[in-house]
């Protein structure tokens, strides 16, 4: 209870100070010509996100739609100047791609040791991000998503055998799920056998320890925002006071989950897993081989796998992925039961490539199914789970063909959400239309403007997984199952303020008809 009074009492100053402030740097962006978010819109954001009334990706897609007609406007993140990049063309894919060494942060906040979490790729920076990158897109090669392959087949026939017994169950040829129960279950299982090599069995136990540990880590809280609020208005102060994002409980079970997992392993005489941690423990164990045992021999010896970033390594694994991937899968089934035609289309071309396999697809063969990954970058288009981007500026930056400098520390950010619903990027961009991605429309998407897993060295490490995991699961169901909207259905998607991710609001309800 204290806690939470000093931090109220730590945020009431932090409003005040920071409409003081922003009113008084207002002219920061004035004073160089760049359209900008006055103090008051800036205050209620801030006051909305503070009550839960909304998210930030909400906050920026307002931006984005305010400063329309520009190709960027300017804002604050609580006292530091931010800019939000509307243009593809000229912007975005200078600040993700081709000016890069610029932008290779996404913050410049300090990562505390007592927050070892944290120590993810996504909030690592400078060389350290650059050294365990190279390290971790081994785990994501064709190599190794090949070897993954028959895992994710195995999930998705286990997801397959169980809504079998539950429609023998409810004595019926079809029944109605809760499909983000199904799906967290299913995501649950793909992600610990991806991650950790491990079976969680949470299509079958849904009371799953880490299912629940994992939801809490990516919860958006009052407590959570007060702390980035801090770090982000003074970077490291909330280290040195002590305040840390994710509680200890959390931090305390993901060590010890990935020591037990890795004392398993090390018993373990397959030589051929390939999940993440086996393979973060076969590069350190070479590593180690050159003389690092413990962080401190690390820093001394230059080694790049240390004990707090392999926990941040494999925590972020499973926080993410499971959030990400849980709601893709609901989001594509969603649309799929109000799109009979598109399943019947699913359908024939899982026939078709099944009978050119003759016999069981196989990784090869899943290339062949065109249609499905236009329903999948469809899924991702109108629900792109990770809707920001955000960059730092890590060196001056000019924007081409004006005179305005982004200087070292600002944050650019780019409304994901946004740019998939703008009308000029993608028509009608309510309506779900996988065609956007057939082969012969592909030259009409504008560069930057498609960006589910965002662009550049920094863009999502686990594309080709997420597009294998959804894929396996749809090639499976769909031969047998048809997907339909219940009476519950919502017609509208809402989504969820607390999430950290895109995530529906509601519960979904869908019936699952067998076919005959
Ligand atoms: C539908 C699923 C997913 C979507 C839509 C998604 C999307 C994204 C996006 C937009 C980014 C930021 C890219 C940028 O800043 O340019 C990102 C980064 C990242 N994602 Fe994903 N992601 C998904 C699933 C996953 C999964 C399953 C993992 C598990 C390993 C993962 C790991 C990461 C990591 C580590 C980064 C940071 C990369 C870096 O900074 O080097 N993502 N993702």
């Known amino acids: 209870m204290e806690i939470v009074s000093v931090l109220f009492l730590v945020l009431v100053g932090i409003v005040s100070y920071n409409s003081y402030y922003v009113h008084k740097k207002h002219q920061y962006w004035k004073r160089r010509?760049?359209?900008?978010?006055?103090?008051?819109?800036?205050?209620?954001?801030?006051?909305?996100?503070?009550?839960?009334?909304?998210?930030?990706?909400?906050?920026?897609?307002?931006?984005?739609?305010?400063?329309?007609?520009?190709?960027y406007g300017g804002s604050?993140?609580?006292?530091?100047?931010?800019?939000?990049?509307?243009?593809?063309?000229?912007?975005?894919?200078?600040?993700?791609?081709?000016?890069?060494?610029?932008?290779?942060?996404?913050?410049?906040?300090?990562?505390?040791?007592?927050?070892?979490?944290?120590?993810?790729?996504?909030?690592?920076?400078?060389?350290?991000?650059?050294?365990?990158?190279?390290?971790?897109?081994?785990?994501?090669?064709?190599?190794?998503?090949?070897?993954?392959y028959q895992t994710l087949l195995d999930c998705a026939r286990e997801l397959d055998a169980h809504i079998m017994r539950l429609c023998l169950e409810q004595g019926q040829e079809g029944a109605e799920f809760c499909v983000n129960e199904l799906m967290s279950n299913y995501?649950?299982?793909?992600?610990?056998?991806?991650?950790?090599?491990?079976?969680?069995?949470?299509?079958?136990?849904?009371?799953?320890?880490?299912?629940?540990?994992?939801?809490?880590?990516?919860?958006?809280?009052?407590?959570?925002?007060?702390?980035?609020?801090?770090?982000s208005i003074c970077p490291g102060l909330s280290g040195k006071l002590g305040f840390r994002m994710h509680e200890s409980a959390i931090i305390q079970f993901f060590r010890s989950i990935i020591k037990?997992?890795?004392?398993?392993?090390?018993?373990?005489?397959?030589?051929?897993?390939?999940?993440?941690?086996?393979?973060?423990m076969n590069l350190r164990d070479s590593e180690q081989q050159s003389g690092a045992k413990t962080d401190e021999d690390s820093a001394a010896t230059g080694?790049?796998?240390?004990?707090?970033?392999m926990l941040g390594a494999i925590s972020s694994f499973l926080s993410v992925g499971y959030e990400a991937v849980a709601s893709t899968l609901v989001f594509c089934l969603?649309?799929?039961?109000?799109?009979?035609?598109?399943?019947?289309?699913?359908?024939?071309?899982?026939?078709?490539?099944?009978?050119?396999?003759?016999?069981?697809?196989?990784?090869?063969?899943?290339?062949?199914?065109?249609f499905m990954e236009q329903v999948i970058s469809e899924t991702l288009r109108k629900y792109p789970v990770s809707a920001i981007?955000?960059?730092?500026?890590?060196?001056?930056?000019?924007?081409?063909?004006?005179?305005?400098?982004?200087?070292?520390?600002v944050m650019c950010f780019i409304s994901i959400l946004a740019l998939h619903y703008d009308p000029k990027h993608f028509p009608d961009p309510e309506t779900f239309d996988p065609d956007r991605f057939a082969q012969e429309n592909l030259d009409k998407i504008v560069p930057g403007s498609y960006l589910p897993f965002g662009d550049g060295p920094r863009s999502c490490i686990a594309n080709r997984l997420v597009v294998m995991?959804?894929?396996?699961?749809?090639?499976?169901?769909?031969?047998?199952?048809?997907?339909?909207?219940?009476?519950?259905?919502?017609?509208r998607m809402e989504f969820d303020v607390t999430r950290f991710m895109l995530a529906p609001k509601a519960n979904l309800q869908l019936r699952l008809q067998r076919r005959k």
């Open 334 to 370: 969603y649309e799929l039961a109000f799109h009979p035609e598109l399943q019947h289309k699913l359908l024939q071309e899982v026939r078709r490539v099944h009978a050119e396999a003759g016999g069981g697809i196989s990784f090869e063969d899943t290339r062949k199914l065109q």
């Open 33 to 71: 010509g760049v359209p900008s978010m006055s103090t008051w819109e800036i205050l209620v954001q801030s006051v909305k996100l503070w009550l839960g009334r909304t998210h930030v990706w909400m906050i920026f897609m307002e931006m984005h739609d305010a400063f329309r007609g520009h190709k």
């Open 187 to 231: 995501s649950m299982e793909v992600i610990g056998a991806s991650a950790l090599g491990i079976k969680c069995n949470a299509i079958q136990n849904p009371e799953c320890q880490l299912r629940r540990v994992l939801e809490l880590s990516m919860k958006f809280s009052f407590r959570r925002f007060s702390i980035w609020t801090l770090e």
């Open 389 to 409: 981007i955000g960059r730092c500026c890590t060196e001056p930056f000019q924007i081409p063909d004006t005179t305005v400098v982004v200087e070292k520390d």
């Open 469 to 491: 995991i959804v894929k396996t699961m749809l090639m499976t169901l769909i031969p047998n199952y048809t997907f339909h909207p219940s009476a519950r259905t919502p017609r």
């Open 76 to 148: 604050f993140q609580m006292v530091r100047p931010s800019l939000v990049l509307r243009d593809p063309g000229l912007l975005i894919r200078s600040v993700l791609v081709n000016n890069f060494s610029n932008f290779h942060d996404r913050h410049n906040m300090e990562l505390s040791e007592n927050d070892p979490v944290h120590w993810d790729l996504v909030h690592l920076r400078g060389p350290r991000w650059n050294q365990v990158r190279q390290k971790a897109a081994q785990a994501f090669s064709s190599v190794k998503l090949r070897l993954l």
């Open 303 to 309: 080694s790049i796998l240390t004990e707090t970033v």
């Open 260 to 280: 037990d997992v890795e004392a398993m392993k090390r018993k373990d005489t397959e030589p051929n897993r390939k999940d993440f941690l086996q393979i973060l």
